[in-house]
Every structure is written in C-alpha cells, then in structure tokens.
C-alpha cells in the first residue's frame, strides 16, 4: 500500500506513523528527516535547505521530490510506503502523482489527522523542551503553522475530489487514534481487494 499522511505540526503524525509502518511492514518516509538529515551536512545545500527549515518555510517542491524518487527507487518500497510530511502542497501532489504514474503505481489512501490549533501548539512547545528541535520555537511554530493552513490544507480538497481521503479525529489519545487508522487501511486494502480482477 502507498499512503500519504497529512496532519499539521503536533498532530501525533510521528507516533501514528511509526505504528503503521509496524503494523504495514513498510518503509516510512519522512521529508522532515530526509531533509534534516541534508541540513546536517556542512554543505551548500544542507546550508540552503537550512535557511527553509529554520525559518519554518517548505523547502524548495522538485527538491523535495527528487529525494523522494530517490528514496522510491530502492527495492524495499516496491511493495509499499508510508508518505509523512509529503506532499506538502497541491503542486507536490501533482508532482507526486506524475512520478507514480511513470512507474506504474497510484496512491492507496490519504489519512488526515485533525487536531485544533491550540492544542497543536500546547504538544509542540512541549516537544521543543524535551527534543530541542530548532524548528521548534513558538515563532517557528507559528509559521509553520500558518504554511500548514495555507498551503497544505488544499491538499484535503484535492484528495478528498479523487476518492483517497480518510479523515481521523487525533484529539483522542494514541490508542483510539490508532484504531481509527487501522480500520480506514483495512477498509481501503479489502476495497482494493474486491477491485482486483
Ligand atoms: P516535519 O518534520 O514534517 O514537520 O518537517 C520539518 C520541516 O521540514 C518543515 O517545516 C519544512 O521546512 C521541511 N519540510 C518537510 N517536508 C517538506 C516537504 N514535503 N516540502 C517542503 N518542505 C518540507
């Protein structure tokens, strides 16, 4: 299965996403760490890819999907994989979509975690004290937020319009969250199922 996970920063996508690639056995790709890991390198591109995550802001679209076509093209996500952080906006999607597309594939399913703003904030401002993540200061969460309900909320629309969407309501605690999710791929994986000739 292909999956996409969308949620804002401080929803619990993180945890949810660990579970699911457990419970799925497919690899989990994270943007957020693809590019923390590039920002680490004493580079001119990890100091370009900096400047974005510092201040909050997405990193540049065909960058971002060509780390992710490179980490596609390794066998273990022939079968599958769990999407996190990307597509980030309606024009990754597309992009997204292309590339499946030329490989033969499609996404599966796009999960939403909703959870409201000051909440968001509340479990983000927490993170920052035990994790200490740069991008984890209160003008940083705010803008991050603020790309979240600007740019990537469309994505919801978009995929909503294409049959993909399964929304999940993450102001509950980890463990009926993770129910919600289960029964939403276990619902998709048996409609794929009937599908199949
Ligand atoms: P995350 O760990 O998913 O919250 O991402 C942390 C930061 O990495 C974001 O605030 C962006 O600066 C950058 N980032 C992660 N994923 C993407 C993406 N798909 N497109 C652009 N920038 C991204």
Avoid at 3 to 21: D, M, S, Y
Avoid at 42 to 47: F, K, P, S, V
Avoid at 154 to 183: C, S, T, W
Wanted: include cysteine; hydrophobic fraction near 40%; glycine fraction near 8%.
């Amino acid at each position: 299965m292909r999956i996409v996970f969308i949620g804002p920063p401080g929803a619990g996508k993180g945890t949810q996403c660990k579970r699911l690639v457990e419970f799925l056995g497919i690899p989990h790709l994270s943007t957020g760490e693809m590019l923390r890991q590039v920002k680490k390198q004493d580079t001119a591109l990890g100091r370009w890819i900096a400047s974005y995550l510092d201040a909050g802001q997405l990193a540049p679209d065909h960058l971002v999907m060509r780390i992710v076509a490179h980490r596609l093209s390794k066998p273990d996500c022939k079968e599958g994989c769990l999407f996190d952080g990307f597509p980030r906006n309606v024009a990754q999607a597309e992009l997204l979509n292309d590339h499946l597309r030329s490989v033969g594939t499609q996404l599966d399913l796009v999960l939403d975690l909703a959870v409201v703003e000051e909440e968001l904030i509340d479990r983000l401002l927490r993170r920052a004290k035990i994790e200490s993540r740069m991008d984890d200061n209160y003008e940083t969460i705010k803008a991050r937020l603020k790309v979240f309900y600007t740019q990537t909320s469309p994505l919801l629309e978009y995929y909503r319009n294409l049959g993909l969407l399964a929304q999940v309501d993450g102001m509950q605690g980890p463990d009926q969250v993770f129910g919600q999710i289960k029964q939403a791929v276990l619902a998709r994986m048996s409609e794929r199922l009937e599908k199949r000739p």
